[in-house]
């Protein structure tokens, strides 16, 4: 985990959501992307379906996958996912959603999830580090859901 954290680190001036304005889940992909490779990722690259990451869920007939999320990275060797969540992602709950279909993915085991500091629209401000740090406590916190992941990081940029 200390890899991921570094990629973020190295790059954190050009992407600090206190800082800058319009920054996007894809810029930050992009300034992350080399080193996160360089340590054994795979890393999106753009929206096409041959510059995805996807990841099985569920397997049918022929043992052909029938569910499947894509993800903006994994590292196969370590069973880590990683989103980056960014604008109204970061403020429309794709926290839960992230943590959920990471959950479920075959093969995964630790879940990095970057949430901007702060999202700004308008005259509003969504702290969605914050509000995400909350929310993963909770569920930690209680004995009510159990997640099979044996490990979740919390990056705020």
Known sequence: ?????????????????REQSGVSSDSVLAHIRPTLEGVGFLVERGKTVAEKITRPVLFGDDGKAVVAYDVDAFHSGHGVVLEVEAGRGAANNADYRDLVRASLMVDAKFLVLAMMLEYRSGAQTWRSYERTRDRIDAIYASDRLRLPLEGLLLIGY
Do not use: P
């Open 1 to 17: 985990m200390e890899d991921v954290l570094g990629c973020f680190r190295e790059v954190r001036h050009a992407i600090d959501s």
